[in-house]
């Protein structure tokens, strides 16, 4: 028989309701397409292909790699595509530091035949 | 002048014989020394198979040289033996002091920044110098 006024919730003090200000503007370098998850996540790294992966880290900061020898053929393999071209730094998640030297490297590789400028399909 | 380093990587016809090969890095080694350089590494990496058909090969014999001169044309000098030489069909020399002096100063610049971050204390610190004598009472927990 009493009263009882509805039970209000509480008032949000301080916002944490609606999540105010905090918008996620794409996360770190920013003015990127909103990922859209890789196809499986996990995919061969070569080849064409529309969707983002993972942001990935630089292999070579995660090993602390000071210098890419253009010796190792088998280790810049890893960076080309079948046709011999580079593969661009979105895919292979590469700093802009280490992609200049890679590419340097694949450069100087692909002059002494280590691997090869085009390949026919 | 400062000591420049260089990699020297050629490339011989496959059917090449040892004999023919060993004279030409004889000669190279000559031709180093008469330039004051000196030959740091040589090694032969066998036959290889080319990326691409290089003057109708599709192998070859790598040879890899390392060499340190103060004089840059000791360069000039060594391709033009290699260019000259019956089985050499490719040659590339790469300067690379640059390079490792770069290599150098990133580790010291990364060692240095690890050596600054403050450690985690080993031993529990130990910062009484002499224990308290005259007083009778003892320093709560100091350890």
């Known amino acids: ?121 | 002048m400062e000591e420049r380093l260089y990699d020297l990587i050629f490339i011989c016809r496959p059917a090449t014989p040892e004999e023919e090969i060993t004279k030409l890095t004889h000669t190279l080694e000559q031709a180093v020394a008469e330039h004051h350089g000196k030959v740091e590494k040589l090694e032969n990496w066998g036959t290889r198979r080319l990326a691409y058909r290089v003057a109708k090969n599709r192998e070859g014999i790598y040879i890899y040289l390392q060499i340190k001169s103060t004089q840059g044309d000791m360069v000039k000098e060594l391709e033009r033996r290699l260019k000259v030489a019956e089985p050499v069909i490719k040659y590339q020399t790469v300067r690379l002091d640059e390079d490792v002096k770069l290599q150098k100063k990133l580790i010291a610049r990364r060692e240095k920044k690890a050596a600054r971050r403050p450690r985690r204390p080993a031993a529990a610190p130990a910062t009484q110098a002499t224990p308290p004598a005259a007083p009778a009472e003892q320093p709560p927990a100091a350890s």
């Open chain 1, 1 to 121: 028989m009493a009263d009882q006024a509805p039970a209000q919730p509480p008032a949000p003090s301080g916002g944490g309701f609606h999540g105010g200000p905090r918008s996620h503007s794409g996360g770190p370098g920013g003015g990127r397409p909103p990922r859209e998850g890789g196809p499986g996540g996990g995919g061969p790294r070569k080849g064409k292909r529309q969707f983002f992966r993972k942001r990935k880290v630089c292999r070579f900061c995660v090993d602390k790699v000071d210098f890419i020898d253009y010796k190792k053929a088998d280790m810049l393999n890893a960076f080309v595509q079948d046709r011999g071209k580079i593969l661009p730094r979105r895919m292979t998640g590469t700093c802009s530091r280490h992609q200049r030297w890679l590419c340097e490297a694949i450069k100087r590789a692909r002059n002494i035949a280590l691997l090869s400028f085009a390949s026919e399909l």
